[in-house]
């Protein structure tokens, strides 16, 4: 139990931060791939953009559309 919402409260930490800087279309991009690989990443500071970058050759193609539009 305690699991679960320790990782709801990542994931609602992850979508305020890009909520934040992105658009609903790029939040869905990333979404999913930003809670498997960067769930235990806090929020801010771009540490989740640099934790899907690191991971580029396993996120989405969407998503990583998004990072290449942010530079990354």
Do not use: N, W, Y
């Amino acid at each position: 139990m305690l699991r679960i919402l320790v990782l709801s409260a990542v994931i609602c930490a992850a979508a305020m931060t890009f909520a934040a800087a992105q658009t609903a279309e790029q939040r869905a991009a990333c979404g999913g791939d930003a809670k498997k690989f960067c769930a235990g990443i806090m929020p801010g500071g771009g540490r989740l953009l640099d934790c899907l970058a690191k991971h580029k050759d396993s996120i989405s193609q969407a998503c990583r559309k998004v990072l290449a539009q942010q530079g990354r």
